[in-house]
């Protein structure tokens, strides 16, 4: 069964700290993809990543950066040089691809405060 | 465009009573997710729907139930609301089902249960 785990419940960082938020996934499929979402205080979920199994590229866009390592079933998210609107809660996801994408199984988040 | 719509966006109900959630997706996107959150739970997927035909059902017990519309638009229905029915439900939608891409999300129908 599918499973991911944000460990970090909440982190706090002083401002222009780098942070990294874990994610560690379980999947018996091998072909997946792995998903980073935001959630602001409005509720709604904002995308900001996909990768798929066979891709562990890292990626960086801007100040966030992507590590992927299938090797230990991370997904790791670091945001360089915090700001205090970086101030949400962040979500990892995980799809299994093998018979058709399932839904979204998502971890409990990890909520980021960053103070000015 | 106009993003993904719910409404009402906060509603209050008393125990036994029913509610009736509704999605209006992003423009031209035929398929519809709905998923609940609890700060217990987590975020949870209820169930998907495309082209009026549902896809995918989560774990969820039969007093909830959803539809989809010609129109794409859904709405989600939960009868017998007990106090642990309080969640944040949030509608995604998507061009396609089962793309396993970008899911749009709208800011959620805050329902309480008393």
């Known amino acids: 069964a599918q499973k991911v785990t944000q460990a970090q419940t909440e982190i706090s960082v002083v401002e222009k700290e780098d942070v990294t938020l874990d994610c560690v996934y379980e999947?018996?499929?091998?072909?997946?993809?792995l998903f980073w979402y935001k959630q602001p205080p409005s509720g709604e979920l904002v995308f900001l990543i996909r990768?798929?199994?066979?891709?562990?590229q890292n990626e960086i866009s801007g100040r966030y950066s992507w590590n992927f390592q299938k090797s230990t079933s991370s997904f790791n998210f670091t945001i360089t040089a915090s700001q205090v609107v970086d101030s949400v809660v962040y979500f990892c996801?995980?799809?299994?691809?093998?018979?058709?994408?399932?839904?979204?199984?998502f971890g409990k988040g990890t909520r980021l405060s960053v103070i000015a | 465009k106009a993003g993904v719509t719910q409404t009402p966006r906060y509603l209050i109900k008393t125990r036994g009573q029913q509610v009736t959630l509704s999605c209006s997706p992003i423009?031209?996107?035929?398929?519809v997710s709905w998923y609940q959150q609890t700060p217990g739970q987590g975020l949870q997927f209820l169930f998907e729907?495309?082209?009026?035909?549902?896809?995918n059902k989560g774990n969820f017990p039969g007093r909830f139930s959803g539809r989809q519309f010609s129109n794409s638009r859904s709405e989600m229905n939960v009868s017998t609301l007990e106090l642990g029915d309080s969640a944040l439900y949030l509608c995604?939608?998507?061009?396609?089902?089962?793309?396993?891409?970008?899911?749009?999300f709208g800011e959620g129908s805050r329902l309480t249960v008393l």
């Open positions: 995604a939608s998507s061009i396609l089902a089962g793309e396993a891409g970008e899911l749009f």
């Open positions: 999947t018996r499929d091998t072909t997946y993809y």
């Open positions: 990768r798929n199994s066979f891709d562990e």
């Open positions: 996801a995980l799809s299994e691809a093998q018979s058709g994408n399932t839904p979204l199984v």
């Open positions: 423009s031209g996107h035929r398929s």
């Open positions: 729907y495309f082209s009026e035909t549902q896809r």
